[in-house]
């Protein structure tokens, strides 16, 4: 089994920035690809990012206009998700996913989540 945490979340300004942090224990999760998802109320969870077990792929929602970086950590059960230039639509609770080498934006396909974290954005 695989535990997931997020970290980091908070309420900043339009405009700020943010940094998320995801670490992972239980099973080796080092080969897992990791991804973020975000849940606004009273909407469906939506991709945000994800990466690659060796952190050189990651894919992205294409509506960020490159406001987000996700990154591994030097540990390989840790990610981040630097997020500038925030805006009050970022606002949701943001999900920490694992899965087995997969790094799309099919949330089905993650089989390891976090109890997730609030960012607020105030305009």
């Known amino acids: 089994q695989v535990q997931v945490a997020e970290s980091g979340g908070g309420l900043v300004q339009a405009g700020g920035s943010l940094r998320l942090s995801c670490a992972a224990s239980?099973?080796?999760?080092?080969?897992?690809?990791m991804g973020w998802f975000r849940q606004a109320t009273g909407k469906k969870r939506e991709f945000v990012a994800a990466?690659?077990?060796?952190?050189?792929?990651?894919n992205y929602l294409p509506s960020l206009n490159g406001r987000f970086t996700i990154a591994r950590g030097n540990a390989k059960n840790t990610m981040y998700l630097q997020m500038n230039s925030l805006k009050p639509e970022d606002t949701a609770i943001y999900y920490c996913?694992?899965?087995?080498?997969?790094?799309?934006?099919?949330?089905?396909?993650?089989?390891?989540w976090g109890q997730g974290i609030q960012v607020t954005v105030s305009s």
């Open positions: 996913a694992c899965s087995g080498y997969y790094y799309g934006d099919d949330n089905a396909r993650y089989p390891y």
């Open positions: 239980g099973r080796t999760v080092g080969d897992y690809g």
């Open positions: 990466i690659s077990w060796d952190g050189i792929r990651t």
